[in-house]
């Protein structure tokens, strides 16, 4: 219904920064939701941020300060800026979806993620 693609992970030095970009496609409706989430391995998926339409945001609260993500609705695309990266901020890095199609169903997208892997 809804594809997610993911670019920007790569390899950086601990104290670098990256640039994670994700854009929609598909059935679009109204994406409610739209956010960042990562999974190391051995490791469950956890929240990095999110943010709503409105431009409110949700940040994990360990990442508040180091990460921000920027959003445009008329793009569909959302953006998460890591700055002052540290080895356990490896990861693969997804970007999710959450709304309602053009039919007025709903859907919860995942992209295909990217990896983050930070060095000492």
Same mark, same amino acid.
Request: aromatic share 6%; with cysteine.
């Given at each position: 219904?809804? +594809? ?7 390899? #950086? +030095? ?15 409706? *109204? ?35 180091? !990460? ?12 998460? +800026? ?9 990861? #693969? ?13 709903? !859907? ?8 983050? *892997?930070?060095?000492?």
């Amino acid at each position: 219904q809804v +594809q997610l693609v993911e670019s920007g992970g790569g390899l #950086v +030095q601990a104290g670098g920064s990256l640039r994670l970009s994700c854009s929609a496609s598909g059935n679009t409706g *109204t994406i409610n939701v739209m956010g960042w989430y990562r999974q190391a391995p051995g490791k469950q998926r956890d929240l990095v941020a999110t943010s709503l339409r409105d431009g409110s945001t949700n940040y994990a609260d360990s990442l508040k300060g180091r !990460f921000t993500i920027s959003r445009d609705n008329a793009k569909n695309t959302v953006v998460l +800026q890591m700055n002052s990266l540290k080895p356990e901020d490896t990861a #693969v890095y997804s970007c999710n979806a959450r709304g309602v199609t053009w039919l007025g169903t709903s !859907f919860n997208s995942w992209g295909r993620g990217t990896q983050v *892997t930070v060095s000492s």
